[in-house]
């Protein structure tokens, strides 16, 4: 498969900048891979495609304020700091992103706050966008963390061109957010109720979370015509003893188990066994899913609507056949689903 599979004309007024008024009122597009019918439905008729023992795998990280904006020493231009991941809590140094980047040089100092109370500098370039910041601050770890959280901001994707509101910092986080980590939110989730997973476990649906800290490389533009020469950032994963319990259970009783977005079914394909089982599993993945792919563990998908040329749309069309997604595709377009992060959702069974 190459990169020019994946392109289509998404029309701008079909990404969402805005989420459905309530979590579970996003409309669903259920597909039946085996019977190839595609079906229109609200999110929380999601209950009917589940019984009892079936299986919802849920990413639960939790997207920390990342975006930061500071002023440049001397000349006080307003710089956006984007936090990747921290690379050591002692010496405070982070990979991030600025923008504009052609004026951040090494050894820059920036200003956080009215107040100046937090202050970093640069000390190395990593990409042309990228930078490794010491941060310099008074207090002790927890109180740093604690400033980041209070200066940083909601980390909306940039497609988003509204400025960030107060519900950003709630509907931009899963209801079973945990383990903080992630730069974006594993978006598939986003449209599960308090009120609907209530309802799935009572008619004895069980859950298992995995952990995978959305970074950046999930959405990083492919720039290879030829997908096997793309390569994903690594992403901090972990699936516990009980998770891999659970998830085992159902494959052996072949019941349904769905991975709640590329996140979570990235995190499973990442840590199989040689007999198709999930082994539990903590560290990094840079696992790159595109057709021809033969998936192990799930056997259905929640997800969103995504853009043309990512990954996302790649592994989604691996999962349910690439005709079958263009098909799909061009029926969201006609039906005005809404595309991307606060988008609407699909089924994949």
Known sequence: MKLSNFNFELPEELLAEYPAPNRDEAR?????????????????????????????????????????????????????VFLLRELN????LWDV??????????????????????????????????????????????????KLTELGETP???YIKREVEPEDADRYQ??????EGAVAAPTAGLHFSKHL????????VNFAEVTLHVGLGTFSPVEVEDLSKHK??????????????????????????????????????????????????SGWTNKFIFPPYDFSIANAMVTNF???????????????????IKEAYAEAIKEKYRFYTYGDAMLII
Do not use: Q, W
Not at 49 to 69: C, G, I, Q, S, W
Not at 89 to 92: I, V
Not at 197 to 204: A, F, M, Q
């Open 174 to 179: 899963t209801i079973f957010a945990k383990n």
């Open 306 to 324: 995504h853009t043309p040329k990512s990954t996302l749309l790649m592994m989604i069309s691996a999962f349910a056949g690439h005709d079958f």
């Open 28 to 80: 669903l597009m259920v597909l039946n891979r085996k019977e190839k019918t595609i079906e229109h439905k609200m999110f929380k008729d999601l209950i009917d495609y589940f019984n009892e023992d079936d299986v919802l795998v849920l990413n639960n990280t939790k997207v920390f304020p990342a975006r930061l904006f500071g002023n440049k020493e001397k000349t006080g231009a307003r710089i956006e």
């Open 197 to 204: 997973l209530k309802r799935l476990e009572i008619k004895g």
């Open 97 to 146: 992103l600025v923008d504009p980047a052609r004026k951040i040089r090494i050894g820059n100092k920036l200003y956080f706050g009215d107040d100046e109370s937090l202050v970093a500098e640069v000390i190395d370039n990593t990409t042309s966008r990228g930078r490794t910041l010491r941060f310099l601050f008074d207090g002790s770890y927890e109180e740093f963390r604690n």
């Open 156 to 158: 909306l994707p940039k």
């Open 89 to 92: 809590p002692e010496t405070r």
């Open 232 to 281: 994903m950032d690594s992403e901090e994963m972990s699936v516990n003893d009980a998770a891999a319990e659970i998830i085992n259970t159902g494959i052996n009783r072949k019941k349904r188990v769905c991975a709640v977005g590329t996140t979570a079914m990235r995190a499973l394909e990442s840590s199989v066994s040689s007999d198709h089982m999930l082994n539990p599993y």
